[in-house]
């Protein structure tokens, strides 16, 4: 019987620093972190500084080979989202040369080098690597977690979807829409005419307002700006939210003057079989973004050529589902829920009840 390991490739995964730069630098020395975020991007802008990996990754069943690293961009968020398209373009360009000088088969785009690249649609002049916006596997695990939490709930939830018409929203929304585990869908988003068709095709009603989302038992968070959108007057009483964007779009702040309603982090799924060794990237070691678990489940199946571009198909949500079924063994699955990163517990997720809503409404609240 032959028994050569099955071929497998290898992944670039990359990300940037978040709101605060400096937080993100002071993970890799808590003196960079005294820096002043302003200025952090000032030299960011200036200087000519390039990507560099910030973390290299295993699976544990092949310990001693690479399966992939995390490759660190010298932009921010607000450049990012800027108008210097030439230095985006250039620096992401940098890091794919660096990734395919490793050895990368298949790159990922963490955070918002997605957005920055259409969904990895600038980037389908690559042929030296393949390209995967990781939103496939994102979309799954949103909708893995809205079905965990609906089914906590005493009757199917109105569910709201902010940024519906987005590449994630748009495959969530139809994901949903097919279980039929909500009441009703509500889209939220920027644009009126995708948003009525998608709602046209789903029967569900959609706006372009927050305060849509007062409505909703579940709100789920698939933007892409800078800084948080959702504030305490866009929530109904005993609200839950699923924030899945990096940075995030939601405040701790908001948690503290709402204390009925609960925050999720979005997006995480459980990956103990693979090893990060080298800087963190604000999750616990057993633990990754769903767009980086895609990546590294095309390196374990050794596609090649581009993976999620631009929207996700159904099929895509599907394929990447079936793989993480058939490297279950490494540990793929939804995270335990977590809310600013520490552990809640929310029923139907983890079995018992999470805090019930206070008897009196706070400011904001929507009854």
């Known amino acids: 019987m032959d028994t050569t390991p099955a071929p497998r490739g290898r992944f670039a995964f990359l990300i940037h620093p978040r709101t605060d730069p400096s937080e993100d630098l002071a993970l890799i020395n808590p003196v960079?972190?005294?820096?002043?975020?302003?200025?952090?991007?000032?030299?960011?802008?200036?200087?000519?500084?390039?990507?560099?990996?910030?973390?290299?990754?295993?699976?544990?069943?092949?310990?001693?080979?690479?399966?992939?690293?995390?490759?660190?961009?010298?932009?921010?968020?607000?450049?990012?989202?800027?108008?210097?398209?030439?230095?985006?373009a250039r620096r992401v360009d940098q890091a794919i040369d660096l990734a395919v000088a490793r050895g990368a088969t298949v790159l990922g785009l963490g955070a918002l080098t997605a957005p920055a690249t259409a969904g990895g649609a600038k980037l389908r002049r690559r042929t030296d690597i393949g390209v995967t916006n990781g939103n496939a596997y994102t979309a799954a695990a949103t909708a893995a977690a809205v079905e965990r939490i609906a089914a906590g709930m005493t009757k199917p939830p109105v569910v709201a979807l902010v940024g519906a018409n987005?590449?994630?929203?748009?495959?969530?929304?139809?994901?949903?829409?097919?279980?039929?585990?909500?009441?009703?869908?509500?889209?939220?988003?920027?644009?009126?005419?995708?948003?009525?068709?998608?709602?046209?095709?789903?029967?569900?009603?959609?706006?372009?307002e927050m305060t849509a989302c007062r409505r909703a038992d579940v709100v789920v968070l698939m933007t892409s700006a800078v800084g948080a959108v959702l504030t305490a007057d866009h929530l109904k009483l005993g609200a839950v939210v699923l924030d899945d964007t990096q940075p995030r779009n939601s405040s701790p702040a908001l948690a503290s003057e709402r204390p009925d309603v609960t925050i999720l982090d979005g997006g995480v799924v459980a990956t103990p079989g693979l090893v990060r060794t080298g800087h963190g990237i604000g999750l616990p070691a057993t633990s990754s973004f769903a767009c980086l678990a895609e990546s590294s489940l095309l390196a374990l199946a050794d596609h090649r050529g581009h993976g999620t571009i631009g929207r996700p198909s159904l099929e895509q949500v599907a394929r990447v589902r079936e793989l993480s079924e058939r490297f279950g063994h490494l540990g793929f699955g939804l995270a335990e829920p977590t809310s600013f990163g520490e552990p809640v517990t929310v029923r139907g997720w983890t079995g018992p009840a999470r805090r019930e809503a206070p008897a009196t409404i706070p400011d904001g609240a929507v009854a």
């Open 32 to 88: 960079l972190g005294l820096i002043p975020g302003r200025v952090v991007e000032k030299a960011m802008r200036k200087l000519p500084l390039k990507p560099w990996v910030h973390s290299t990754i295993t699976a544990a069943d092949r310990p001693d080979e690479v399966l992939g690293d995390v490759i660190a961009l010298p932009l921010t968020p607000t450049m990012l989202l800027g108008d210097d398209r030439a230095l985006i």
């Open 166 to 208: 987005g590449s994630v929203g748009t495959a969530v929304a139809r994901v949903l829409g097919a279980t039929g585990v909500a009441e009703e869908l509500v889209l939220v988003g920027r644009t009126p005419a995708a948003l009525a068709a998608l709602a046209g095709d789903l029967g569900a009603t959609w706006s372009t």
